[in-house]
């Protein structure tokens, strides 16, 4: 299983230059099942005719519109590899058996029944599938996965092919210890849990998309995230209980990698009662706005007011309709006032050695004290610990914490222009 | 039903404008399925596409693409009448039940089940179609009706709906006597017969596809062709079997239309040893080729060398095509020689009212004769005059006869920027 992003599909001879790929792997007697992404920007495009037709499209046929664009890309990629000599054949969603739930825009997955795919290997064909596209069977309609949703289809093929790998082709060489434009001493990780690529994933690591990585984890899919630039092995994405990859080194370090988020603000609920339900109430409010709410804390009461601070974390795109929100309510919460701020930065520090390595965080906040970053949030999990620092510190921290948890490769990390998907 | 072409959805703007229209027809109390084409020149860059990617793109693969058009502008279409406040579905050709055979970019339709189409009336709503593509049960695949196919899709929903009309807009007012642009004084037709309009538009008129009005014909389906720009009444395409229209006039003219065609070309095949089955030889050499030949006139033959011409007429494109072939087999067809001329026009003259006239083509040879133009060949059907002049005779020919046989209207016809499809 091989998935082939937008930006490896932007013209003619990208197509041209994956087809040969796709055509390389197929000749060394693999069977080979692709997932592609539309071309480029073309779902921005048909984005904007939408909204230039109607202000909010119906979903529907925001869905309908949308998929017409792994149809361009998957058909022209099965044109350039029969053009190679190569059988192919394309498969819409549909075809390829993407069965989902009826919600357009988001569907889940409901079932994968990839006749046709398998037909077509069967006859020594490539078949190339429609990333992000499924269908209903209950309305007959054509659904989209949302967002990071040709990932999605990839894994979700592959273990329903029972795929040896699914290769994420993307335009960097895998997943970094941290992002390279940020910490230039950043090397690419060869193994990684599937656990630590969700922590890594969830804190802002934009290289693959949490819900593929949950659905592999769950279906024992073995991720392989390479670039489709060059030949290089990439990063192995795998879940211990079945073993270490071979190749793989057994000696696992403590701290795997650390990602930076700049896009989030914090909001700060100032002078709560401190009486019980009361967070409850602001998160009711706050989750009716479909916020996508991150980190959260609760100061120590005030003995002398009996008030207290609530604060947390959301993207900065969903902090105006938030503020908007908890302000319609401030008399019924009773609470004092609200502050915003938008010029924080998140990191976070993940890991599965930290499960039997005490001392990570003590080293984190020593690390980032001596440096002079001071830190305004903390929330961990078993295997991540996350800060929140100023925004103008957030990269200098990351780049403190990765030569102390002895990340630093030799070399400084080759950024490839665009890099980011 | 209603059916819009790729001019008439070229950008938001037009698909807003066209949405309002739909709405109005609903609004009359009218049950409304519309067939749309791809937006603009769509389909012509997904093909620049298909061809920079393979030279020769597979026929499935490229009606995997190709239909990506209609996806698209069905989608935007429905999004904006659904903006104006009224419900909208869009079907792909294969959720619209257009069953065709096999023949990719040439299929013929089998069956047409419109159930869901059905469904979406009967909940009050607006069904958009995507016109020029079909689905084949066989093979599970998509497929497209080939030129022309957005009229045909139209018309074949209009038969299995049982639709009172099927109007197809189109960026002029109607059928015209002549080609505005060459005839200024050419005027809308009312009312024409279908067998008419078949004549015309295999004689150059572009206004309508040959197949779509053989459809309309062979199920009973009245056409209405009219401008997408205005509400005037466009003209009605119709069988005499079922009465002439409300409104229509029982007089009917001699000679109701003159098609004009400047994109053929002569070949003549000199020195034919004049034996049975020559002819025949001829014409299967032209046939392997898939060109489209038209007029065959064969000449007396010279007792002196028992050897004749034959020529034949075909689109200028299939030209290069037709000499290769006929060369190559020189030897075995022992003529002596070819002839390629590609400056000649084509000029028929079409009408019901031949059959019951005589004195057409009397009248046709002396209006030509006495404006200096000079005949080169000339065929006939029962209502059709075709005849072959000089390139940059055409014109003039097409303005005399239009005038000799009274068509002239007593306006000059208005021309609107891009007329044509």
Known sequence: MQKFGGSSVADAESIKR?????????????????????????????????????PIPAPRELDMLLTAGERISMALLAMAIKGMGHEALSFTGSQAGMITDATHGAARIVDVTPKRVRAALDQGAIAIVAGFQGFNRGTGDITTLGRGGSDTTAVALAAALGADVCEIYTDVDGVYTSDPRIVPQAKKIDFIQSEEMLELAASGAKILYIRAVEYARRHGVKLHVRSSFNNNE???????EDGIPNGGNVEEPIITGIATDSGEAKVTVVGVPDIPGKAAEIFEIVAKTNANIDMIVQNVSEAATGRTDISFTLPSGDGQRVIEALEAEKTSVEFLSLQYDDQIGKLA??????????????????????????????????IRISVVTRADSLNEAARVLHTAFGLDGEDVAVVHAGTGR
Chains 1, 2 share one sequence.
């Open 234 to 240: 990439g990063t192995i994405v795998y879940n211990p």
């Open 18 to 54: 994956v087809a040969k790929r796709i055509v390389d792997t197929r000749r060394q007697g693999n069977d080979v099942v692709v997932a592609v992404s539309a071309m480029g920007d073309s779902t921005d495009d048909l984005l904007d005719l939408a909204h230039a037709v109607s």
């Open 349 to 382: 520090v993940v890991g599965a050695g930290m499960r039997t390595n005490a001392g990570v965080s003590a080293k984190l906040f020593r690390s980032l004290f001596e440096a002079g970053i001071n830190i305004e949030m903390i929330s961990t999990s078993e």
